[in-house]
């Protein structure tokens, strides 16, 4: 039976001897059997429902949000939190909850811009430092391996240094830290999918070597980036909250979590609601995304299927 | 992957909980430092060893031990032990008490002064004071602008490094003679000033360019160590003149994070501080071990506009125009007690203070007439220069800063706020990077041109060392100013200093913010502590009771 798949990137199955043209019913069960497998494990649709939540959050957050997140009412300020004030008021009397639910759209954004950043030069040096080998490999991955050994957090904070602290230039530090990551995995990946038959096949009726590597070597290594990226999400959520946290990424009055967890640290004793609630927000979007990033290395896996 | 994430989710519980770490960190580390130390933690050790030692936490190091190069209080803090000065201020005021001179005459016409020295000083590296040492020390300051309070002070600019004092002689081993240009009415006051402290010639050229790391003086403390950022260590000269000090050592520990500092010296890691919380304020009045000490007012907190930048903030309007829309009144609430509205660049508590003048007030309306007056209706993008340590005057920088910017949006003017160290800020504010900036002044000799001078007037408006980051030129004022250096009966003077702040009201080169009583917070254990107005004092007459 012929049906168009509406995945975008069919996954073959690894045993299928298809070139390029995968079994679309195999395929099809194999993304159904994943996302069942992410409902059905308990910790993964926990993470699911957290990002499902921030996202939501995030696209009705003036709907949500009983305050505007700048609005000032230094006379009411370090409320403690009330039916007025959800989560009480900062140290300039703004509104917490309105700040920390305006705060998950910066938090999305930096997810994807970084994350974004990240995978599209992660994937392409390692697509081509595994494809090529020899030579260019060598050079991409020896840079690769210099990134690997500087703490990411001080390589982003190095990074700010040069570029200026602001929210843009820290998202593209957190997504030039995240490189590394993703260019090991794509090239580990196309090291073992280029041995492949399918590959020489492709190879064999003159495929040109950039067609071979979009069209028929990237495209099977999805699975990993997948995982990859929800992964990092968390740890580029995190990272940037740090930089803030520092005073190199968001800057006022932007409700950015870490800038508020920084700004609220003077007033722990008498005012622990300032903190808590931003830090408990990082606390469970990360949390999130590396529950679901978990849950989708275990489904995606073949190998661990029974 | 799986550690990758229980390390990121380890992380997470650490940013969370990042205050309390550290500080639990800094308590043990601090436990171990005061055990070898003989803090008043333990006072087993303490008495073992003889040792009284105070720790004074604070939240900027020093930027050099040689105050004659630098501005900055928390410089002084540390040099007002080293050094003395040939006059000292009396213990709670500004006027002064024999210190290095024993007596002073002034000639009828007040431009010659002889000063009688002490003959049984020495500097704590054994040599000797001498009339020759003060002429050393005076005519170094003259060599060059990088002697930053003496051009403040004696109008000394590049063209002209001596100022107002022509020559420095000695008359005597003993004796001393300055020569003025013109009288200068607050001269004696200002010789008392730390800045002037005197300085060992022979240390000086031996450690040359390091000698801001090497002072020596005859105070009474002696440098021992410098670990920048971290510590200084001055310990009890028993050879001191004056009063010997009662306590053996004197730490200063630099602790960037107030609450971190606050929480040091409930556990009893440190002995004072400056930079309170304005919050923790009544945490420390309710602790049965702690104390509030306040110091005197005699400061003034302020958002200068650089009126020598092109732009908006050239325009007269425009100035008027931000000082009509910040409600000062709600900013004030920031200090939380401790801070009074100002509306005059010098502090209440000083003569010659112009009450007269009404403060702008908080008009949004009246504020956006006059920008559309000026042609800036629809607003503009400006940059606000804030530092991140806690000052005397300014508690709360970066919160009064992003308190500024919202008010400011209300009219349109959207504010960037840029924060720096300490040090930096002072180096950019001084090159007039700012459009608008926060910074502060305490009194150095209770004098109004200790304040209007240094701060407003256009010799001061020097890029690269500017007092006057406003960039403030205005002829008048300027006239008005020196004519009040020179003339000598205080009533004249009055009336001239009454004047000048009239034409600075209505020219508004800054927003003036508040006048602080700053607080300090201590054991219960530190006695006889008087601070002094002018912002820090020498520590040889506390103690601290066992």
Known sequence: MHHLSLQPNPLPDPNS???????????????????????????????????????????????????????????????????????????????????????????????????????????????????????????????????MAFPSILLAIALVAVLGPGLTNAMIAVGIVGIPQFARIVRSAVLSIKETEYIEAAKSIGAKNGRVLMQHVLPNCVAPIIVQTTLSIGTAILDAAGLSFLGLGAQPPTPEWGAMLSDGQAAIQNAPWVVAFPGLAIFFVVLGFNLLGDGLRDALDPRLKQ | MKKRNLLALFSLLFAIVLFVSACSDDANSTDSDSDANANDDDQATEEASGEKTLIFGRGADSIQLDPSKVTDGESIYVTNQIYDTLVRYKEENTEVKPALATEWTPSEDGLTWTFKLRDDVKFHDGTDFTAEDVVYNFERWATSAEYIYYGYMFGASEDDLGGIIEKVEATGDYEVKFTLSEPNAPFLQTLAMPPFGIASPDAIKEHGEDYFKNPVGTGPFVFEEWVPDDSITVTKNENYFGEVANVDKVIFRTIPDNGARFMELQSGSIDMMTGLNPQDIQTAESDENLQIIRRPSMNVSYMAMNTGKEGPMSEKLVRQAINLAIDKEKLITLYEGIGKAAKNPIPPSLWGYNDEIEDYGYDVEKAKALLAEAGYADGFDITLYTFANPRPYMPQPKVTAQAIQEMLKEVNINVEIIENDWDTHLSVTENGEHDMAFLGWTGDNGDPDNFLYVLLDKDNAKMGSAGNIAFYKSDEVHDLLKEAQTEMDQEKRTELYLKAQELIHEDAPWFPIAHTTPPIAASKKVVDYVPHPTGSEPFNLLDIKQ
């Open chain 1, 17 to 147: 001897a298809n070139i390029g043209e995968p079994e679309q019913t195999k395929s099809s069960k194999l993304w159904l059997d994943s996302a069942m497998r992410i409902v059905k494990s308990k910790t993964s649709f926990i993470g699911l429902c957290i990002i499902l939540i921030l996202i939501l959050t995030a696209i009705l957050a003036p709907i949500i949000a009983t305050n505007s997140p700048t609005d000032q009412d230094i006379i009411n300020r370090y409320q403690p939190p009330s039916s007025e004030h959800f989560l009480g008021t900062d140290e300039l009397g703004r509104d917490i909850f309105s700040r920390i639910v305006y705060g998950s759209r910066i938090s999305i954004q930096i997810g994807v811009i970084a994350v974004g950043i990240a995978m599209i030069i992660g994937v392409l040096l390692g697509g081509i430092a595994g494809y090529f080998g020899r030579w260019i490999d060598q050079i991409i991955m020896r840079i690769i391996d210099i990134m």
